[in-house]
């Protein structure tokens, strides 16, 4: 047989640019070495629709077949039983590894598990995320926990802001979460992977959680089901991994209960996205039976407990440290100080960390979320054009601050508006004036905010309803301390003395005051270490 130049040379064309597609294509924002790595082109960036869209499925195989004729040998059935069974054993490890990692949340369980009439255990359950964390579900499963755990001291809070993607969460989880003290954070956010990252880095730094990630629901209307399926299965699993998180396979078990009840998605959404009321029953559903297992797990030893760090340590009076001429010390490594008092002998105490009052670490000071109403909003600003967060510099003290916003104007560089404004604070007074435009910090070096830290459209239909601040409005937030520096007679117990000190060894000193006799007063300190050191 002849083969002619022309056919030869269409030849050549086709196996290399096979070659070529073969070598470099993979799935949109997959690493090189990703095992979900297929031999086609993207769509087009991600969100795309899937990984191997029809037009250009396996283009290694298929370019060759059609256009040069080259076929390669049919697969047998044995390699199609191996591949098969292969793919059945990653499933069941993925599914394992769900039910596995409720083993993170073992300190919370055990907590809850402990309570009785005569020994209540404090737990404090933080929700966060964005719209979908702000749905009715989050009150079903605080109605579960009271209902399991009667006798359990329990603060169940919500802290979502609704429209708040990873991208703007990312500025306010450390004012959101830091100050609450979780024991336990259930988490849910959509956007880019890295911001989701830092928010949970955030956390890990700065808090001794537990964090239950949750993945996405099935949504009626999805761009891209292939890329939350991803999301969801693999890129969730492996910050879980990467972290020592629990994972809560809200995906799958959604995916469950629609093929078993034969409903389409939008039956459990309201807006296509939205869970509805019988969506919040579902989601309430998965992650209360999540609990659930996470309880029946709290007394089991395992691989996943034995690799996160201990993130508690507790110190008993009598055993670990004793007051000695009405003083007691005691020397940690951790970030944050809890005092166990006895009812009838709190208080009153002096507490001082390193020799100081714990207010003159600058990490124990935090501002409330910036907004145009002086009353707490635990929602998005309600205007757009206010600091999503505020940075505090030297010297920070207890203190109401006041910005006054004197000109908005079109913003040429990006879509949102260029705010000026002028900052007054109740102690210090007039402390300088700036824009939105550019790094800010206070004259007395107390506030800083940030080009990024603004609250402005990305796009023209980004948060559409709401109006932009106008000249006169006044933007406030508050300064306010996480630390006691006394402990007066009858306070409340367990009381966080210390938060957010330098990450480090520390010295705790408590002196007593009044003549308050032999017997200590305090009858244990809890110390919290967050897993990921500053």
Request: hydrophobic residues 35%.
């Amino acid at each position: 047989m002849v083969t002619s130049p022309r056919w030869f040379a269409m030849f050549i064309l086709a196996l290399s640019l096979c070659l070529a597609a073969g070598a470099q294509a993979q799935p949109v924002g997959a690493s090189a070495d990703d095992e979900s790595r297929l031999p086609t082109f993207a769509e087009k960036p991600d969100p795309t629709r899937s990984d191997s869209h029809a037009w250009s499925a396996h283009p290694n195989y298929n370019f060759l077949a059609l256009v040069a004729g080259i076929r390669g040998h049919d697969v047998t059935d044995e390699q199609f039983k191996e591949g098969y069974a292969r793919a059945i054993e990653r499933m069941r490890a993925d599914s394992a590894f769900f039910a596995e990692s409720a083993r993170h949340l073992q300190r919370t369980m055990r907590r809850l598990r402990a309570s009785r009439p005569d020994s209540a255990r404090s737990v404090r359950v933080l929700v966060y995320g964005q719209s979908i964390s702000a749905e009715d579900w989050w009150k079903d499963v605080r109605r579960h926990l009271r209902a399991t755990y009667p006798h359990a001291n329990l603060a169940v809070a919500n802290k979502a802001i609704s429209g708040y993607g990873a991208g703007r969460l990312k500025h306010a989880v450390a004012q959101d979460v830091v100050p609450f003290a979780p024991d336990l954070v259930l988490f849910h956010v959509y956007g880019d992977l890295g911001d989701y990252e830092r928010i949970i880095r955030t956390i890990r730094r700065r808090t001794a959680a537990e964090v239950a990630l949750m993945t996405d629901h099935v949504t009626a209307k999805q761009e891209n089901h292939a890329y939350r399926d991803r999301r969801s299965f693999k890129k969730l699993p492996a910050l879980c991994r990467k972290y020592d998180l629990a994972c809560i396979d809200v995906r799958g078990a959604w995916k469950t209960y629609l093929r078993q009840n034969d409903l389409d998605p939008a039956a459990l959404t309201e807006d296509d996205v939205h869970p509805n009321p019988r969506g919040n029953a579902v989601m309430a559903g998965i992650v209360t039976d999540y609990l659930d297992r996470a309880a029946a797990l709290s007394d089991a030893r395992g691989p996943a407990s034995a690799r996160a760090p201990s993130m508690q340590t507790t110190y008993r009076a009598g055993e670990d440290f004793a007051f000695h001429s009405d003083t007691a010390r005691v020397d940690f490594t951790g970030r944050r100080v809890e005092l166990v008092l006895h009812e009838d002998r709190a208080g009153p105490l002096n507490v001082r960390i390193d020799g100081q009052t714990p207010s003159r670490f600058a990490g124990c000071w935090v501002p409330t979320r910036p907004g145009v109403d002086i009353s707490p909003k635990d929602g998005p600003p309600e205007k757009m054009g206010v600091p999503m967060t505020v940075g505090l510099g030297t010297a920070p003290r207890a203190e109401d601050w006041t910005l006054t916003v004197t000109e908005v104007a079109p913003d040429s560089a990006a879509s949102g508006r260029r705010v000026r404004f002028r900052l007054h604070g109740s102690k210090t007074g007039f402390d300088g004036t700036g824009t939105s435009a550019a790094p800010f910090r206070s004259r007395s070096g107390r506030i800083t905010i940030q080009p990024e830290e603004w609250f402005q459209r990305k796009r023209e239909d980004d948060f559409s309803y709401l109006d932009y601040v106008e000249p006169g409005d006044e933007i406030v937030w508050s300064v306010r301390s996480m630390c006691q520096s006394t402990v007066a007679v009858g306070a409340d117990s367990p009381m966080t003395v210390a938060q957010g000190l330098p990450p480090g060894d520390h010295t705790l000193t408590l002196v007593r005051s009044g003549g308050a006799g032999p017997r200590s007063p305090v009858a244990a300190v809890r110390v919290y270490q967050p897993p990921l050191r500053e």
